[in-house]
T-cell receptor, first 112, second 115 residues
Framework: QQQVKQSPQSLIVQKGGISIINCAYE??????FPWYQQFPGKGPALLIA?????SEKKEGRFTISFNKSAKQFSLHIMDSQPGDSATYFC???????????FGQGTTLQVKP | GAVVSQHPSWVICKSGTSVKIECRSL??????MFWYRQFPKQSLMLMAT?????????EQGVEKDKFLINHASLTLSTLTVTSAHPEDSSFYIC???????????FGPGTRLTVT
């Protein structure tokens, strides 16, 4: 019940295309859903996060869509760029400062 | 603001020895710090939660006598891997929060290689 399932494991997108990564959770007590970007050999960096009372949040080219009834949320990267090539992790926790449960990660490659 | 550093960034040690990794919050006081382990091409797994001045809380399956965590001040937490073995080779990442109203800020990670 503590798991967060992420798909796909890997994704190849052409430059300018839309990258979509999906996550699903079971625990309805989760109240904070962040997405992180990680480059090789670096720590993860927070991209964007959402609370369950909002169905969508957009920051620049990054959008989170949240479906509370389906217990799913997704990250959309618009106009994907080669510099977006990285590993993306979704996560969930009971609060903004709580323990994070990470998804399995998605390796994104954006081809020029 | 909200910068977290780790030292060292990369360490190699021999099997059976101990190694200490430091995690510092540079521009804020961290009430809580988390320690994660990440194996190659895998996700981050929470090892333990440390609060300043109290004992760390370890996740199930993490050996507390092997991974010693000390959160001695509001800006410093240390992780000591005791009697390290090759299977402890991993990427160790810490994070810190300043209070319950803010998200975790992650450090750059420490690559540990045990030979």
């Amino acid at each position: 019940q503590q798991q967060v399932k992420q798909s796909p494991q890997s994704l190849i997108v052409q430059k300018g295309g839309i990258s979509i990564i999906n996550c699903a959770y079971e625990n309805t007590a989760f109240d904070y859903f962040p997405w992180y970007q990680q480059f090789p050999g670096k720590g993860p960096a927070l991209l964007i996060a959402i609370r369950p009372d909002v169905s969508e949040k957009k920051e620049g080219r990054f959008t989170i869509s949240f479906n509370k009834s389906a217990k799913q949320f997704s990250l959309h990267i618009m106009d994907s760029q080669p510099g977006d090539s990285a590993t993306y992790f979704c996560a969930a926790s009971m609060s903004i400062a709580g323990k994070l449960i990470f998804g399995q990660g998605t390796t994104l490659q954006v081809k020029p | 603001g909200a910068v977290v550093s780790q030292h060292p960034s990369w360490v190699i040690c021999k099997s059976g020895t101990s190694v200490k990794i430091e995690c510092r919050s540079l521009d804020f006081q961290a009430t809580t710090m988390f320690w994660y382990r990440q194996f190659p091409k895998q996700s981050l797994m929470l090892m333990a939660t440390s609060n300043e001045g109290s004992k760390a809380t370890y996740e199930q399956g993490v050996e507390k006598d092997k991974f010693l965590i000390n959160h001695a001040s509001l800006t410093l937490s240390t992780l000591t891997v005791t009697s390290a073995h090759p299977e402890d080779s991993s990427f160790y990442i810490c994070s810190a929060i300043r209070d319950r109203g803010h998200e975790q800020y992650f450090g750059p990670g420490t690559r540990l290689t045990v030979t």
